[in-house]
């Protein structure tokens, strides 16, 4: 039997953030990603949550879209990320007094803090990174909608990836009832952008 891969460390995706090209780029630049970040701006848009909590942020191009978009009554939205160079870049790329940034481990953290009002949990091409987001549903309260994206594609830090949106539906149909999962073309293959419910 195959060794399970191990979850990257934290200075994995520094060095990726210090050193990249493509994510130097603004959102609107990196092309497959911002088909994905702009569907999921109009879902969350839909949605009219009072705050929005987005888990593994990455170097903040879906807020920067957030803040460009979101209407003048949304009150907090709040990035979490273990990699503090991409916090940092967070910072940079958007100055709007009801967003924030914050350099935490996912898998002990407890995000929910951050949680006001209707709240809203966004996740963009993360719950492939790691091992534990059961972990994460379960801390999430009954009936909390949550935008998240997983591949249909194997990457050297990728723990799972997916065939089809009914093998997203059915891998996390426990946990979650989904509304709708989308397709995001890139190249031959697809990023999968799903709109969940916490059972
Ligand atoms: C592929 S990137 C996606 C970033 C961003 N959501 C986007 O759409 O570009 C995965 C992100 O998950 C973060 N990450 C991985 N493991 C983590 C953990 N245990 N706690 C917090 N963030 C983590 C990485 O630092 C990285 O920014």
């Known amino acids: 039997m195959g060794e399970l891969k191990k979850e990257k460390p934290k200075e994995y995706y520094d060095a990726i953030y210090e050193s990249s ?26 949605l009219k ?18 803040a460009r978009y979101l209407p ?10 273990f990699s503090d160079v991409s916090v940092a870049q967070c910072g940079e790329k958007v ?7 914050i350099t935490e481990d996912l898998s002990s953290y407890d995000f929910t803090s951050h949680f006001k009002g209707s709240s809203l ?14 972990d994460l549903f379960a801390k999430m309260p009954s009936g909390t909608p949550i935008l998240f994206s997983v ?31 989308y397709h995001i073309p890139v190249g031959d293959q697809f990023i999968f952008l799903a709109h969940a419910v916490v059972k």
């Not at 003048?72 to 990320?81: C, L, P």
């Not at 966004?122 to 990174?129: M, P």
């Open 21 to 46: 090209e493509r994510y130097a780029l603004p959102a609107l630049g990196i092309m497959f990603y911002n088909t994905l970040w702009l569907k999921s701006v109009l879902l969350a848009l839909e």
């Open 49 to 66: 949550p009072d705050s929005i909590v987005e888990l593994g942020c990455g170097p903040g191009h879906f807020a920067s879209l957030l």
């Open 72 to 81: 003048a009554d949304f009150k907090q939205y709040t990035g979490i990320d």
């Open 95 to 101: 100055s709007d007094s009801r967003f924030s940034f």
């Open 121 to 134: 949990v966004v996740s963009h091409e993360f719950f492939e990174h790691i091992y534990f987001e059961l």
């Open 151 to 181: 591949p249909s594609y194997d990457d050297p830090a990728h723990m799972k990836y997916f065939t089809s949106a009914e093998s997203v539906a059915s891998f996390y149909r426990d946990q979650l009832s989904f509304n709708a999962i």
